[in-house]
Nanobody, 118 residues
Framework: VQLQASGGGLVQPGGSLRLACTAS????????MGWYRQTPGKQRELVAT???????KYADAVKGRFTISRDDAEKSVYLQMDSLEPEDTAVYYC?????????????WGRGTLVTVSS
């Protein structure tokens, strides 16, 4: 399974961006999907995840501003980012846990850069 993320770019503080991530490959079953982010010199950190049955989890820093969603038919996960702040500047990575019989496996996208600056 390969993940392809898109939607990053440069946006002013207070603006919005929508990230999309689509999986390709032979699996048709995904468990948790989500987004992480990383800035230079820091560890990758969780932004938001969404499990099956739409159970969502958000980092405290993005609660109320970001919304995660998924479309299993399209093998996609999305991140709507509103009220962006300079502190949100990072490379954003999508993640998916998929069924690779006889167990679940992890896949990561290559990352998309989000820059929040005036």
């Amino acid at each position: 399974v390969q993940l392809q993320a898109s939607g990053g770019g440069l946006v002013q503080p207070g603006g919005s961006l929508r990230l999309a991530c689509t999986a390709s490959g032979s699996t048709f079953s995904f468990n948790t999907m989500g987004w992480y982010r990383q800035t230079p010199g820091k560890q990758r950190e969780l932004v938001a995840t969404i499990a099956r049955f739409a159970v969502r989890k958000y980092a405290d820093a993005v609660k109320g501003r970001f919304t995660i969603s998924r479309d299993d038919a399209e093998k996609s996960v999305y991140l709507q980012m509103d009220s962006l702040e300079p502190e949100d500047t990072a490379v954003y990575y999508c993640y998916a846990e998929y069924w690779a019989a006889p167990t679940w496996a992890d896949a990561w996208g290559r990352g998309t850069l989000v820059t929040v600056s005036s």
